[in-house]
């Protein structure tokens, strides 16, 4: 039973580029969040999702951030026109249904040049 | 909101020694709690899970409490070992939140 997988696990983009994360979940699970963490600092909620469903994304910058979970496939955090402060690692955790309980995946590090 | 705050910041000590980690919150309507343990360049490792309705979780070397009325949970590290050198986190699920809450951590460093 492989983990959460993410991918890439480096990315680096220039300003101005669309970066697109990808995050697996386990199987079987059908929730998944995303979190952000910045040097020297803890770890930011962004969004949660459901299959088919943003459930909540009061964590996602307002604009050039995006986040889906389709039926098949996996999630997808995507930002658009990036800049300099989005430098970050993008964690996802998935968790079963009736069961919060996290299991991350080992990240997406993010470098915007 | 659920405010989550972990003490101390830093801990170095030497292998062989018992320690505990402290982890509170400011809300006690929790679901749950959980520990993880995070290696520098890596993921969060799940180490236990503790159920609002339970007191304590034990894993090896590792036990956890958590006493929901004074919003506080411990980790209790047992015998350390220069391999348990990490940063600790702790996180609460509230119980009608729709996130895992987290604490800035606890580096550890465990002195061969």
């Known amino acids: 039973n492989a983990g959460v997988m993410q991918n890439p696990r480096h990315l680096v983009r220039r300003r101005g580029q669309e970066a697109r994360l990808r995050c697996s979940p386990m199987k079987g699970h059908s929730h998944v969040y995303w979190y952000r963490q910045l040097p020297e600092e803890g770890l930011k909620f962004m969004v949660y999702?459901?299959?088919?469903?943003?459930?909540?994304e009061s964590g996602m910058p307002k604009e050039r951030f995006s986040a889906e979970f389709p039926k098949e496939g996996p999630s997808i955090l995507r930002i658009q026109q990036v800049v300099r402060g989005d430098s970050a690692a993008y964690f996802c955790?998935?968790?079963?249904?009736?069961?919060?309980?996290?299991?991350f995946g080992q990240g997406t590090r993010l470098t915007v040049v | 909101k659920q405010e989550v705050t972990q003490i101390p910041a830093a801990l170095s000590v030497p292998e062989g020694e018992n320690l505990v980690l402290n982890c509170s919150f400011t809300d006690s309507a929790i679901y749950n709690l959980q520990w993880f343990r995070q290696d520098p360049g890596k993921g969060l490792t799940s180490l236990l899970l503790?159920?609002?309705?339970?007191r304590e979780q034990t894993s090896g070397r590792l036990n956890a409490s958590l006493d929901k009325s004074s919003g506080r949970s411990t980790l209790y590290i047992a015998a350390s070992q220069p391999g348990d050198s990490a940063t600790y986190l702790c996180a609460a699920y509230h119980s009608t939140g729709n996130q895992f809450y987290f604490g800035t951590g606890t580096s550890l460093t465990v002195i061969p």
């Open positions: 955790a998935s968790s079963p249904q009736g069961r919060r309980e996290a299991f």
């Open positions: 999702l459901q299959k088919e469903n943003i459930i909540d």
């Open positions: 503790i159920q609002s309705s339970q």
